[in-house]
């Protein structure tokens, strides 16, 4: 007990940083964009680095270039040039009232064309009395001597830049594109972009040199793993080396393992302790520094990384069950972002994926957010589970300082490496006509990628200006991890009495924090059309004032509920695992069974209680959404604490043993990478389509199975050549 004593600055130190979290920041304005505008809608924010287009005063003349570029196509009897560009632009197809708005026309017939460039524009228009004014994507061809606002106020000059004398084909296009801009009201814009292939820049090169040092070390970590370690003994001029293949793994926690209580996915069988060294993994007796060197060489080795990764087993000392459900959350995750980025290519059938929102089934994926919540209660868990149980056998004493730095190091590498691809590689990986909207410039992360390092960007910048904006959760998550202690030193010194008021005080502040926001902002939640996941607006028919990403949905002080019930459930496996062999058999089974009624209703109002807002097309009253908004994540965080405590008390019954059959524990492992590179595998999918999406069941069924296999594809890469070889370069240089 004496080093628990010791710490009561440090837990002070905690205290302060739990109130600055608790305490909501002053909300700023969210600035709304055109191709985002949808995306915003689901989350608050765009989950893409988009960048603002800037308008500009509408002329009545285009540019002399511009003009000049036109007439010398027509002077030089280039016609075929001419009825080219003309051919590419986007012209009204079927589906009008049905909100097909994105006219896109033929990208790569106007890209192939040297002298031309394509580019978008930004139009309202009239398409039937009985709609409101729609917002139209026109994708046009212009010459490169164009500029963006030419490609905006073109469409309008077009009889002027194409004489009767053209091509017959030429004057058609022409005439039925004036007759479009009559008939449906078209407003000018000069709002738009054209688009721009990747070029190399300093950044490109320096990633591919660090992709070419990490190639060149797994190959020569395989070779040295290969050479010298072979069958555990192998004799060579520099000693021999007698390996222990039991190898140190990466434990991570709610997207992760078991070890650090961090997000997403790796196994629960880790051999490496939480915080301190690896025990002797050879026994060498040659220099020791060369086989410091060997030893690190063989941290790259692929064929090592993989037999950890894909082995299919866990000690018994471990929740099983947890591998399932984060396998199963992350699948969520995929699914409901798979709904959400078609739009940002759009959808010629909109009205139809809006009518889908009122099914019953489609509950799951509209109050997809939930998934989060699974991730912060399995952190939560993990993190008080695994540090009770390194106090318990050291004595009570923890280096804290190691505690905050092993996690930092092992969750940083594979993200800023993942964020650097996605800036300066992932621009190269494809084409279309909203490719370079979304990859051209490097969004916000070029200006605002050092507070994803410091784990800060769920705070500054604001929702929809974050670099890589579904890492908010990881932020989040690494705040909770820096005041876990507070809870932990409580759980360790006062036991339960500890456990019930750090967790209560916490859950509690945070329902009454969410409950005034809701309150105070008149967040109300409405179906509006059914375009929505997370839907909060104002009161009906009036624009949010606050994004409710900045407001509620990516705060710590308005998440943290699911996170804290987590870490009770976690010292309740530590501390009374055993709690109910102590009760008549006939009382366990009664227990579990009303448990099991308790869970299933717990976790059923979160996801379905909504459903005739949805069905109706209408909106909670106030009152209603601060009652649902106040209690639905709390109410989902304690549907999965008792699922969690059935499992491991012995009656899981068959959905214990699906959820800890071994075939989830290599993708466990693999979670935390699959969080991170599966919306750029979305993007990747949806944005080089070369015209809007048109949907159906099948075709997201279709997508969405790509998404999952390419995700944990590039995972599995990432894993082998990024996560576990620095996790173990990690264990042994700081662990020791």
């Known amino acids: 007990m004496p080093p628990i004593r010791r710490m009561t600055v440090k837990v002070r130190l905690a205290i302060c940083m739990l109130l600055l979290l608790l305490l909501p920041a002053k909300i700023n304005g969210h600035e709304t964009f055109k191709v985002g505008d949808r995306m915003q809608r689901l989350y608050g924010g765009p989950y893409f680095p988009s960048q603002p287009i800037g308008a500009q005063d509408i002329s009545s003349s285009l540019s002399a270039s511009c003009v000049k570029a036109f007439s010398d196509l027509v002077e030089m009897n280039e016609t075929s040039a001419l009825t080219s560009m003309l051919d590419a632009f986007g012209k009204p197809g079927a589906g009008l009232k049905e909100y097909s708005t994105h006219w896109y026309g033929d990208f790569l017939e106007c890209t192939d064309m040297p002298e031309a460039q394509y580019c978008i524009s930004y139009f309202k228009a009239n398409v039937s009395a009985s709609l409101p004014p729609i917002a139209l994507q026109w994708g046009v061809c212009v010459p490169r001597n164009c500029t963006t606002y030419d490609a905006g106020v073109i469409l309008f000059h077009l009889d002027e830049l194409v004489p009767p004398s053209a091509p017959h084909s030429a004057t058609v296009i022409v005439d039925m594109i004036s007759n479009v801009l009559s008939s449906h009201e078209v407003t000018k814009s000069a709002q738009g972009f054209c688009y721009k292939s990747a070029k190399w820049s300093t950044g490109s090169k320096v990633s591919i040199s660090l992709v070419g040092v990490l190639l060149a070390l797994l190959l020569v970590g395989t070779c040295m793993d290969w050479y010298y370690f072979v069958d555990g003994v192998r004799s060579s001029s520099v000693g021999v080396l007698n390996v222990e293949r039991g190898d140190a793994r990466a434990p991570l926690g709610g997207f992760g393992g078991e070890a650090d209580g961090r997000l997403i996915g790796s196994s629960s069988d880790e051999k490496l302790p939480l915080l301190g060294k690896t025990s002797g993994m050879t026994t060498y007796s040659g220099p020791r520094s060369l086989h410091r ?431 576990y070889p620095f996790l173990e370069v990690e264990s042994q240089l700081v662990g020791r």
């Open 293 to 723: 060197v060997l030893e690190l060489l063989r941290c790259f080795s692929v064929p090592r990384k993989l037999n950890i990764i894909l082995a299919a087993t866990h000690k018994p000392s471990t929740i099983p069950c947890l591998h399932g459900l984060r396998v199963l959350s992350m699948f969520w995750v995929i699914l409901a972002h798979n709904y959400m980025w078609p739009l940002l290519v759009g959808e010629s059938n909109i009205k139809e994926g809006i009518s889908i929102v009122k099914r019953y089934s489609f509950q799951w994926i509209v109050n997809g957010t939930f998934s989060v919540d699974t991730f912060f209660f399995l952190s939560g868990l993990l993190v008080m589970y695994l540090t009770l149980k390194h106090l318990d056998s050291n004595g009570g004493t923890i280096k804290w300082y190691m505690f905050y730095l092993h996690r930092f190091l092992r969750l940083t590498p594979l993200y800023m490496f993942v964020l650097v691809a996605f800036v300066y590689l992932v621009p190269f990986f494809g084409s279309g006509p909203m490719w370079s909207y979304i990859f051209g410039s490097g969004g916000y992360c070029k200006q605002y990628w050092w507070t994803n390092l410091l784990y800060i960007n769920n705070f500054h910048p604001s929702f929809g200006k974050q670099c890589m904006g579904w890492t908010w959760y990881l932020a989040n998550d690494m705040q909770f991890y820096i005041i876990s202690p507070l809870f932990i030193v409580a759980a360790y010194r006062y036991r339960k009495v500890g456990v019930l008021v750090t967790v209560g005080l916490v859950v509690a502040a945070c329902m009454i924090i969410r409950g005034v926001l809701v309150f105070h902002y008149k967040f109300v939640i409405a179906a509006d059309g059914g375009v929505m996941i997370n839907p909060l607006a104002t009161a009906a028919g009036h624009a949010p004032k606050y994004s409710n990403a900045d407001v509620l949905y990516g705060k710590p002080y308005t998440r943290i509920a699911t996170y804290a019930i987590g870490m009770a459930v976690g010292y309740i496996l530590r501390r009374q695992p055993n709690m109910h062999q102590s009760l008549p058999r006939l009382t366990r089974i009664v227990l579990a069974v009303c448990g099991w009624i308790v869970t299933a209703v717990l976790l059923y109002l979160p996801l379905f209680s909504l459903y005739h807002v949805y069905a109706h097309s209408g909106t909670l009253s106030l009152t209603s959404s601060v009652i649902y908004l106040v209690f639905s994540r709390v109410s989902w965080g304690l549907g999965l604490a008792i699922l969690v405590l059935n499992c491991q008390s012995g009656y899981g019954g068959y959905v214990n043993s699906f959820l800890s059959h071994p075939v989830w524990i290599p993708l466990s492992r693999l979670t935390y990478g699959a969080y991170l590179v599966h919306p750029i595998i979305l993007y990747i999918l949806y944005i080089s389509l070369d015209q809007a999406v048109y949907f159906t069941d099948a075709a997201v069924i279709f997508y969405y199975l790509a998404a999952v296999v390419l995700s944990y594809m590039v995972a599995l890469i990432c894993s082998v050549g990024v996560e």
